[in-house]
């Protein structure tokens, strides 16, 4: 008797070790082109972007492992100077500047999301979209946390800088995503 594949990426690949690094280095670069898809808003550091949207699928198609990896390179060469932050920015100055604590968030909430993944969360929609609004809250609570602190704004304010105004964006995300996975376990079937 055979279990089903964990993650989605598992059903339709066979993962080798050189499988998953293309797969890491992929939803790396992923998320480096979703930041380009950028609306700068006047009133926030912090614009919508894409990114969010690449992160869940990260960890939901990779799991927890490669899923956080994906984010943490992803981090990495951003870090270094490679263009891959919103608006083609790079640097270390981004990584600890107002928007940094969304990028960690980047990392743990593939980890979150692909943990739930692994567990099957993201066969049903019923438990697809509550496990990509636990990765978007975690995303939330690293991103304002650190955008409190670096604009030595209170709690209230940050919220309204740096989550009220992408709510709707990402519970748009959130349904996408939601729909997405388990329509594609439906279409690849589980054995």
Known sequence: MTTAPAVIS?????MTRATTSALIVGFALLTAAAA???IPLWFTPVPITGQTFAVLLA?????WRAGAASQALYLGLGAIGLP???????GWSVVTGATGGYLI????????VGTLAERRHDRSVLTAIPTFLAGSALIYLAGVTVLAARLDVGAIEA???GMVPFIMGDLIKIGLAG???PAAWRLVGER
């Open 10 to 14: 598992a059903r339709v690949l066979p």
């Open 159 to 161: 919220m309204e800088l």
């Open 59 to 63: 960890g939901a198609a990779l799991g």
């Open 84 to 90: 891959f932050f919103a608006g083609g920015e790079g």
């Open 179 to 181: 729909l997405a996975l």
């Open 36 to 38: 380009q898809i950028q």
């Open 105 to 112: 968030g980047f990392v743990l909430a593939a980890a979150l």
